[in-house]
């Protein structure tokens, strides 16, 4: 390190620990609330993504495309509840579903009218979707899309992509984890399309899927290329493995997912987050010769079990959500809307010449600490991610919600005010601290 990155480290690290002081001095009832969840919860914490340094803001109340803190601050929720927060906190017609669902009773144990018309809507949005059955998550979806495919080829293996996320056991960063489903997993780097293709060729024989997701999206916003999905979905069509599309975040970028707009159909699609009208929800959806090995009514059919996998509170919510609000034309202006957004933060970034870029697909963004060309998830170093704690305090300490790792979600309540106002607080933060954004260690 030379003497001025040095210096820009240290300036970092000065500049860290003040913001995380006045996070404190701005946030006494989340410090307090974090104490004492402590004294019960391991860390304080029961979802490991919403903890982060120096401790998580607590949240009393949201209103629309507001959150109120637990010290009665308010702020512009650009995270979104990692995506499933598409319909804002209060939208009139999801809160009337539900409270309508409720009206009728809870725990009904039986097939109820929503579920079908949920499916009716899905099949009818979704070209590769013929058949689909629900979950309460997105992972819950993935480990039975992945049964699915093991069942239906009756083979074992499956390939995955490095900086993945498909769920609490479905994680593939690093090295494995521990909790992750024991899968006989195949790692590969994504976006490299030929090693891919070798990859997938070499291991046919005991193939059984391809787990995708079209944008990577807890591994940091970063888009396929559309030559490497149809790669993928050529050789898997070729080897006869099932190519899963993970579209747990993705769905939300067209009426019919991005697989409409990349016009690629996979065998099996999983669904989830705001799909259910933001109440627990998952899906899998595909080819109706593999969904069929879950016709109850048919020969060794394979079970698969959920209590509150139809539960009238998601299912009514999902299904008034897409069919009164999330229309073709409202899915498409949301997507525009983050298309533009994300070129008006990277044209900031441009203008200052700081060494940070904004990537993603529609209303699904990710801030990096790095320009240039990002194919897969970066390795940041330390001095790296801490530039990213400090963007995330100070655009909390200025009103603005997202995740420290970078990651954002517009939702439909948001106006043009709302964005114009988050781009005039990040371009205050990069120009405030403009050497240390602009080093390039
Ligand atoms: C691409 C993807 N797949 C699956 C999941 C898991 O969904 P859930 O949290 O509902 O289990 C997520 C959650 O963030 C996700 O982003």
Redesign the pocket.
């Known amino acids: 390190m030379n003497k001025l990155d040095m210096e820009n480290h240290n300036r970092l690290l000065d500049s860290l620990n003040r913001v995380k002081e006045n996070f404190l001095i701005k946030n006494p009832n989340s410090f307090a609330r974090w104490q004492k969840a402590k004294e019960v919860m391991p860390g304080g914490n029961t979802r490991t993504v919403l903890h982060y340094e120096p401790f998580p803001l607590a949240v009393d109340r949201g209103v629309g495309t507001h959150l109120y803190s637990l010290d009665n601050d308010c702020y512009l929720d650009f995270l979104g509840e990692?995506?499933a927060g598409l319909y804002g906190h209060s939208n009139s017609k999801i809160l009337s579903a539900i409270k309508g669902a409720i009206d009728f009773g809870l725990v009904l144990g039986a097939p109820n009218k929503w579920e079908g018309l949920l499916a009716e809507e899905l099949c009818a949005r979704f070209n590769s979707i013929d058949r689909v059955r629900f979950t309460n998550?997105?992972?819950?979806?993935?480990l039975m899309a992945i049964g699915a495919a093991r069942a239906f080829t009756g083979r074992d293996k499956v390939m995955v992509f490095d900086g993945s996320?498909?769920?609490?056991v479905?994680y593939f960063k690093d090295n494995p984890s521990p909790v992750n489903a024991p899968y006989n997993i195949i790692k590969t780097q994504y976006n490299e399309v030929a090693r891919t293709v070798e990859l997938i060729k070499e291991n046919a024989t005991d193939l059984a899927a391809v787990l995708v997701?079209p944008m990577l999206?807890?591994g940091g916003c970063i888009p396929a290329s559309i030559e490497f999905l149809k790669s993928i979905r050529n050789a898997t069509h070729e080897s006869g493995v099932c190519l899963i599309f993970?579209e747990?975040?993705t769905s939300r970028s067209s009426s019919g997912g991005l697989q409409e707009l990349l016009q690629i159909n996979p065998d099996i699609t999983?669904l989830?987050?705001y799909l259910g009208g933001g109440a627990s929800?998952?899906a899998f959806g595909g080819r109706s010769d593999i969904m069929s090995l879950w016709d109850p009514t048919a020969p060794d059919a394979l079970a698969h079990a959920g209590t509150f996998n139809n539960n009238t509170i998601s299912m009514s919510a999902g299904f008034i959500g897409l069919t009164e609000v999330f229309t073709k034309t409202v899915a498409r202006d949301l997507f525009n809307k983050g298309e533009n957004f994300k070129a008006t933060l990277n044209e900031l970034c441009k203008q200052h010449d700081v060494n940070l870029q904004v990537t993603g697909v529609g209303s699904i963004l990710g801030l990096h600490v790095r320009d240039g060309a990002i194919l897969h998830p970066p390795k940041y170093s330390n001095f790296e991610l801490n530039k990213l704690k400090l963007i995330h305090l100070e655009m909390s300490l200025k009103g603005f919600l997202f995740a420290q790792r970078g990651y954002m979600t517009l939702n439909i309540e948001m106006e043009d005010t709302h964005l114009e106002q988050f781009a005039n607080a990040f371009e205050d933060v990069i120009v405030s601290y403009k050497d240390i954004f602009s080093n390039r260690i």
């Open positions: 990692y995506s998550s997105g992972t819950e979806a993935n996320y498909h769920g609490g479905l997701e999206g807890s993970d747990v975040m999983t989830g987050k929800f998952g």
